[in-house]
Nanobody, 126 residues
């Protein structure tokens, strides 16, 4: 099993920044892709960003140019730097992992991963 624990969520004003972190533990040897997706109340999942072991990334159109995903394979951590936040970014954010050797774009488009954390809330006020 793989465990993912997010941290760093909170409340921020429009235009502000937040950094989300995720600690990955357990049977991590099979993990290939890591990523983030979010879900706002009454809405479906939205893929935010994904990254493969070699650092290749993909982003959702709504966050491209504002968010940056990074991973530290040695420390088994994943981060999401979020800049120029907007009220529409308000959602529960989930760290996720998958063993499939697929391009990061697949995970952004599908927002589907084998494992996910419990989520961390991000609230952006106008």
């Amino acid at each position: 099993q793989v465990q993912l624990v997010e941290s760093g969520g909170g409340s921020v004003q429009s235009g502000g920044s937040l950094t989300l972190s995720c600690a990955v533990s357990g049977d991590t040897s099979s993990i290939y892709a890591l990523g983030w997706f979010r879900q706002a109340p009454g809405k479906g999942r939205e893929g935010i960003a994904a990254i493969d072991p070699d650092g290749r990334t993909s982003y959702g159109d709504s966050v491209k140019g504002r968010f940056t995903i990074s991973r530290d394979n040695a420390k088994k951590t994943l981060s999401l730097q979020m800049n120029r936040l907007k009220p529409e970014d308000t959602a529960m954010y989930y760290c996720a992992a998958d063993s499939g050797h697929l391009r990061p774009l697949y995970f952004v488009n599908s927002a589907s991963f084998e494992f996910r954390g419990q989520g961390t809330q991000v609230t952006v006020s106008s």
